[in-house]
T-cell receptor, first 112, second 116 residues
Framework: QQQVKQSPQSLIVQKGGISIINCAYENTAFDYFPWYQQFPGKGPALLIAIRPDVSEKKEGRFTISFNKSAKQFSLHIMDSQPGDSATYFCAASLTGNTPLVFGKGTRLSVIA | DAGITQSPRHKVTETGTPVTLRCHQTENHRYMYWYRQDPGHGLRLIHYSYGVKDTDKGEVSDGYSVSRSKTEDFLLTLESATSSQTSVYFC???????????????FGAGSRLTVL
């Protein structure tokens, strides 16, 4: 049972464009939703995270939009740059000690 | 990756042989995790530890065992490696509840295992 469904699997965006990656979750008890960024040959690293008490969180060019009623959240990368080319993972967890559940990842390529 | 090292970084072995991957942290974090990453499957949790000698299974634990005899070390063992265990293995650490950044996972650089 896949608890976090991520789409698309891969994405190609022109430099300067907006990259959008979507995730849907099933467990309504989830209350922490992070995004991780992974460059080739490296481990994933936390990019940005949100809790369900807010509908949007922005950090620089990266924004998480959260829709609690639809059980969906998305990552928007504004003014996408070639340096943003990486694999992005959404995840979800319960407060406390439960492990993160990850989506299957999206490989983003930003082309000039 | 500061504070967390995995060894070996690359290993090629044959089917049926035992393999142990080591994760070492210098952050004194309570939680440690082993994930495997495969194309089309993303990151899947194998086992995790919430303290010395305290471990639990993840979603893909069959064929794997773990041990944590010290806070800083978390070992992943494949008792008899199979080709389906060819993967990139990531260790991750996390502080305990109440600590700053309690929900943030810090990943190691990964261990690429090939089982022939």
């Amino acid at each position: 049972q896949q608890q976090v469904k991520q789409s698309p699997q891969s994405l190609i965006v022109q430099k300067g464009g907006i990259s959008i990656i979507n995730c849907a979750y099933e467990n309504t008890a989830f209350d922490y939703f992070p995004w991780y960024q992974q460059f080739p040959g490296k481990g994933p690293a936390l990019l940005i995270a949100i809790r369900p008490d807010v509908s949007e969180k922005k950090e620089g060019r990266f924004t998480i939009s959260f829709n609690k009623s639809a059980k969906q959240f998305s990552l928007h990368i504004m003014d996408s740059q070639p340096g943003d080319s990486a694999t992005y993972f959404c995840a979800a967890s319960l407060t406390g000690n439960t492990p993160l559940v990850f989506g299957k990842g999206t490989r983003l390529s930003v082309i000039a | 990756d500061a504070g967390i090292t995995q060894s070996p970084r690359h290993k090629v072995t044959e089917t049926g042989t035992p393999v142990t991957l080591r994760c070492h942290q210098t952050e004194n974090h309570r939680y440690m995790y082993w994930y495997r990453q495969d194309p089309g499957h993303g990151l899947r949790l194998i086992h995790y530890s919430y303290g010395v000698k305290d471990t639990d299974k993840g979603e893909v634990s069959d064929g794997y065992s773990v041990s944590r005899s010290k806070t800083e070390d978390f070992l992943l063992t494949l008792e008899s490696a199979t080709s389906s265990q060819t993967s990139v293995y990531f260790c991750a650490i996390r502080p305990g509840q109440g600590a700053s950044g309690a929900n943030v996972l810090t990943f190691g650089a990964g261990s690429r295992l090939t089982v022939l």
